[in-house]
């Protein structure tokens, strides 16, 4: 019989920001393994303004996230 694998999975999580533009607070999936420091371009959803979205995870599971016009 062969040993099992264990099988590892990303946790789910989560963070908001608030839109520079609209002041909206904007809740959007984190994906940790994606690393600890994640940066990208994201529209608004209510007012569709580009926001450059900054996300930093600490000790695995303190999420941060904010946002700057780009």
Do not use: F
Not at 28 to 48: A, F, H, N, R, T
């Amino acid at each position: 019989m062969k040993p099992r694998r264990r099988r590892t999975r990303a946790i789910a999580a989560e963070a908001s920001y608030i839109c520079d533009a609209c002041g909206e607070e904007i809740v959007i999936p984190v994906d940790p393994l994606q690393g600890q420091s994640q940066e990208y371009v994201e529209d608004c959803p209510v007012c569709c303004a580009p926001n450059v979205i900054h996300v930093e995870i600490h000790d695995g599971h303190d999420i941060r996230a904010w946002a700057e016009r780009e």
